[in-house]
Nanobody
Framework: QVQLEESGGGLVQAGGSLRLSCAAS????????MAWFRQAPGKEREFIAA????????YYADSVKGRFTISRENAKNTVYLQMSSVKPEDTAVYYC????????????????WGKGTLVTVSS
């Protein structure tokens, strides 16, 4: 059974940092591109970042480029999102996702989704 389990969400002060983790199981992790999305209540899902199968190629939304960093450890079947210099507008539920495209860049809907973890940025 495919599972994506996010963790690390919580309350963080504006300007601070937070690291999200996503543990994957039930599929061959290294054969999938991994990505992070976020969604605020009443708003559309927004692509945040993606990493190729090896983590060597990365893609970022303009809204987070330079502040967030995606990485992955294939030996641990885990993908991370390091969030720095966070802003109140970063407040959202963050979702981990997997797609069989080795170089998934955020276009289209990924095949697998996690349940999400809430990140709240306070002023």
């Amino acid at each position: 059974q495919v599972q994506l389990e996010e963790s690390g969400g919580g309350l963080v002060q504006a300007g601070g940092s937070l690291r999200l983790s996503c543990a994957a199981s039930g599929f061959i992790f290294s054969r999938y591109g991994m990505a992070w999305f976020r969604q605020a209540p009443g708003k559309e899902r927004e692509f945040i970042a993606a990493a190729s199968w090896s983590g060597d190629i990365k893609y970022y939304a303009d809204s987070v480029k330079g502040r967030f960093t995606i990485s992955r450890e294939n030996a641990k079947n885990t993908v991370y999102l390091q969030m720095s210099s966070v802003k109140p507008e970063d407040t959202a539920v963050y979702y981990c996702a997997a797609d069989p495209s080795l170089y998934y860049s955020g276009s289209g809907s990924p095949e697998y989704w996690g349940k999400g973890t809430l990140v709240t940025v306070s002023s």
